[in-house]
């Protein structure tokens, strides 16, 4: 399906590399990777373990695979690992933790996407033989099916204090960390030092065409890799991606701000529509969930007329629509987006 007519809001995912990201991604010094001897990737490696404040990182084809490999790098078969229930991992992973990693996902109900540590000691498993071994929490910051909601620092300190003396790992789940860095000013390292392991995507707000790292100590990358290379992720010479990743890194964090902007603009105009609602308090960074549950149509329907009148948007959940704003869509775009959508509503 071509896009070039529609204002196309379905995802954060659809933005096109710049021609000077193309040129930066032409110009790469490459190697083979599977060597650890491509000079591109190592320098991405290197400047996202610097900025996450780990010792290593793994550049990988996506964000799947990052939660992945660090949920089968940090587990057995047989454990539990908890998340809250309208997680990306347990919702829109196909079930790979249980497929690839032989674990079971204890699933909690947020709000907002947000876990409380209060919620959390009744979700351990006693240490008897019979139940699966609690072992890791995974959080999700920005929080995806809660509408790009940011995780609350103190909360993320209390967690990760239950889980050292619990003798649970912690995984985040950083797609969009970029998004929460340049939302609250809180440094992804500060962030990410609550967690034995942090994945982050480039092909998301930065506008980078492939890729995702994740990055943790040094032995923990070294198991990653190994089952990187199992899952069919070692690339050869990769640089010529990496580099577009070095580049949107780079060039593309604090322009987030703008699709920040966007997103308010266009959950202001669109929450004055009598049969939707918006939770404004949920639009903290780029993307918007409608509610279009009162309005009597489902969200498939309302999809479908909107790409009619050419806006594109996805599913958000049973009950709502998505729009998520990134670097390929103007400010006058979303403007006429939100008009699409009040008119298609009323």
Same mark, same amino acid.
């Given at each position: 399906?071509?896009?070039?007519?529609?204002?196309?809001?379905?995802?954060?995912?659809?933005?096109?590399?710049?021609?000077?990201?193309?040129?930066?991604?032409?110009?790469?010094?490459?190697?083979?990777?599977?060597?650890?001897?491509?000079?591109?990737?190592?320098?991405?490696?290197?400047?996202?373990?610097?900025?996450?404040?780990?010792?290593?990182?793994?550049?990988?084809?996506?964000?799947?695979?990052?939660?992945?490999?660090?949920?089968?790098?940090?587990?057995?078969?047989?454990?539990?690992?908890?998340?809250?229930?309208?997680?990306?991992?347990?919702?829109?992973?196909?079930?790979?933790?249980?497929?690839?990693?032989?674990?079971?996902?204890?699933?909690?109900?947020?709000?907002?996407?947000?876990?409380?540590?209060?919620?959390?000691?009744?979700?351990?498993?006693?240490?008897?033989?019979?139940?699966?071994?609690?072992?890791?929490?995974?959080?999700?910051?920005?929080?995806?099916?809660?509408?790009?909601?940011?995780?609350?620092?103190?909360?993320?300190?209390?967690?990760?204090?239950?889980?050292?003396?619990?003798?649970?790992?912690?995984?985040?789940?950083?797609?969009?960390?970029?998004?929460?860095?340049?939302?609250?000013?809180?440094?992804?390292?500060?962030?990410?030092?609550?967690?034995?392991?942090?994945?982050?995507?480039?092909?998301?707000?930065?506008?980078?065409?492939?890729?995702?790292?994740?990055?943790?100590?040094?032995?923990?990358?070294?198991?990653?890799?190994?089952?990187?290379?199992?899952?069919?992720?070692?690339?050869?010479?990769?640089? +010529?991606? *990496?580099?577009?990743? &070095?580049?949107?890194?780079?060039?593309? !964090?604090? /322009?987030?701000? #703008?699709?920040?902007?966007?997103?308010?603009?266009?959950?202001?105009?669109?929450?004055?529509?009598?049969?939707?609602?918006?939770?404004?308090?949920?639009?903290?960074?780029?993307?918007?969930?409608?509610?279009?549950?009162?309005?009597?149509?489902?969200?498939?329907?309302?999809?479908?007329?909107?790409?009619?009148?050419?806006?594109?948007?996805?599913?958000?959940?049973?009950?709502? +629509?998505? *729009?998520?704003?990134? &670097?390929?869509?103007?400010?006058?775009? !979303?403007? /006429?987006?939100? #008009?699409?959508?009040?008119?298609?509503?009323?």
């Amino acid at each position: 399906m071509s896009t070039e007519k529609y204002i196309d809001l379905r995802s954060d995912t659809v933005t096109r590399p710049s021609k000077a990201m193309r040129d930066a991604m032409a110009n790469a010094d490459v190697g083979d990777d599977v060597f650890s001897e491509d000079p591109t990737v190592i320098k991405l490696q290197e400047k996202v373990a610097a900025l996450l404040g780990k010792e290593k990182a793994l550049y990988v084809p996506s964000g799947v695979m990052s939660n992945q490999l660090a949920i089968k790098s940090h587990t057995e078969p047989g454990d539990e690992i908890i998340c809250e229930q309208d997680a990306h991992i347990f919702n829109y992973e196909t079930a790979a933790p249980s497929l690839i990693s032989s674990v079971q996902v204890k699933t909690i109900p947020g709000a907002k996407g947000v876990l409380r540590v209060e919620q959390l000691p009744t979700s351990l498993r006693p240490k008897v033989y019979y139940m699966p071994r609690s072992r890791l929490i995974c959080l999700e910051n920005t929080h995806n099916r809660a509408g790009g909601t940011i995780y609350p620092i103190d909360e993320i300190k209390k967690i990760s204090g239950f889980a050292r003396a619990n003798g649970l790992f912690m995984h985040l789940d950083g797609a969009r960390l970029w998004n929460a860095w340049v939302a609250t000013g809180i440094h992804p390292k500060e962030y990410a030092k609550y967690f034995d392991s942090v994945s982050v995507c480039f092909s998301k707000g930065l506008g980078a065409p492939i890729g995702s790292a994740i990055v943790g100590p040094a032995d923990f990358i070294e198991r990653a890799r190994k089952w990187r290379k199992v899952y069919g992720g070692g690339m050869r010479q990769a640089g +010529i991606i *990496a580099a577009g990743a &070095l580049y949107a890194l780079e060039h593309n !964090v604090e /322009r987030l701000k #703008e699709d920040h902007e966007k997103a308010s603009y266009f959950a202001r105009k669109v929450s004055a529509t009598q049969n939707v609602y918006v939770d404004l308090d949920t639009v903290q960074t780029n993307i918007v969930l409608v509610n279009v549950e009162r309005s009597g149509r489902r969200p498939e329907e309302i999809i479908t007329a909107l790409k009619g009148k050419g806006l594109l948007v996805s599913l958000g959940t049973y009950t709502s +629509i998505r *729009a998520v704003m990134h &670097l390929d869509v103007s400010m006058e775009e !979303v403007k /006429r987006a939100a #008009e699409i959508f009040i008119s298609t509503m009323n």
